[in-house]
């Protein structure tokens, strides 16, 4: 498998009733776009968090591993922020 990887943020979006929902998925050209826009993103009216992920595997053959989380900002749903390698 020629493994590749990608980065993408995760906005989110937190409702009245306290659940959260996914907003926009932004993909980015490397580690540092990732965290500048996860950290822009959830500094306005539209999203309460967003998460960093990191991608990877070959999307060609649909061979994926599971999105890790490499920055995580603002408020974000449990299942993301207990999950973090850091």
Do not use: W
């Not at 990887?5 to 580690?31: D, H, M, W």
């Amino acid at each position: 498998m020629a493994s590749m990887e990608r980065y993408a943020v995760q906005t989110f979006k937190k409702a009245p009733s306290g659940e959260f929902s996914a907003g926009r998925s932004i993909p980015c050209k490397n580690l540092q776009e990732a965290l500048k826009r996860a950290e822009q993103s959830c500094s306005g009216r539209d999203s309460c968090g967003a998460a960093a992920y990191l991608l990877k595997g070959d999307e060609h053959i649909g061979e994926t591993e599971e999105p890790t989380a490499v920055g995580v900002f603002g408020v974000c749903p449990p299942d993301i922020t207990d999950h973090i390698p850091f």
